[in-house]
């Protein structure tokens, strides 16, 4: 990694990384402007939803910004332009341990920035559950830190408390079980109401 990092170009091609943010231009200049004023816009839109985000893992993240290279992942933990990578940061953290250092230094350099993708259920489920009122309750507090524990491990990050992360984990089990249990209860109670009495026909003998 030290020596790619080194090479800033090949022949007529810069070198750049994608896991590192910054502004990567894939196309013509037209089309560079006009997904620059759609993620401008779509920045706006989601305001709300970066502003808490940003409260919420404040100490996690440097930043929280809308992606538009994000497909399939709801988010993603990308380095700044003089970050290094997660394996980086382990080899570090390892070396300054080994050598009876301090690795607390390393944290607060090597804060990601938090791409969310607009697009995504998730997000979206996120962006609602924040403007309905509800971003001060415990629910979407675990939410949100759930969104940037999956991000961080798909991006390679390791899980700072594996004991919090179950919890949150164990706690959006919970309550979707308890929310799919009340719509399967109201539709037996549903059927239950909707069924007519039996109809008895007593025979007589002529």
């Known amino acids: 990694e030290i020596t790619i990092e080194s ?3 090949y022949k007529e091609f810069d ?3 994608v896991t590192k943010e910054q ?13 620059k004023k759609k993620k401008e816009e779509l ?3 989601f305001s709300d939803v970066i502003e808490y985000l940003e409260g919420t893992l404040s100490g996690k993240v440097n930043k929280v910004t809308v992606s538009d290279l994000l497909t399939t992942s709801p988010a993603a933990l990308v380095q700044g332009a003089y970050g290094v990578s997660p394996t980086m940061q382990r080899y570090m953290k390892a070396q300054s341990v080994a050598a009876g250092g301090d690795d607390q230094g390393l944290n607060s350099m090597n804060q990601a920035v938090m791409e969310i993708n607009p697009n995504h259920p998730i997000v979206k489920d996120l962006e609602r559950m924040v403007k309905s009122g ?3 309750s415990e629910e979407t507090k675990n939410f949100a830190t759930l969104l940037y ?3 961080g491990m798909t991006s390679g990050y390791d899980v700072d408390d594996a004991g919090e992360f179950a919890k949150r984990v164990m706690a959006l089990m919970t309550t979707k ?16 109401t909707e069924e ?5 026909e007593v025979k007589t003998e002529e």
């Open 43 to 45: 920045t706006k839109e």
């Open 15 to 17: 070198i750049l990384d």
């Open 149 to 151: 524990d999956v991000a």
């Open 7 to 9: 090479i800033r170009e």
């Open 134 to 136: 509800e971003k001060d």
């Open 177 to 192: 079980a308890r929310d799919d249990g009340a719509g399967v209860q109201d539709a037996v109670i549903e059927e239950k």
């Open 196 to 200: 007519q009495d039996p109809v008895i």
């Open 23 to 35: 502004d990567l231009k894939l196309g013509d200049d037209d089309k560079d402007e006009e997904k």
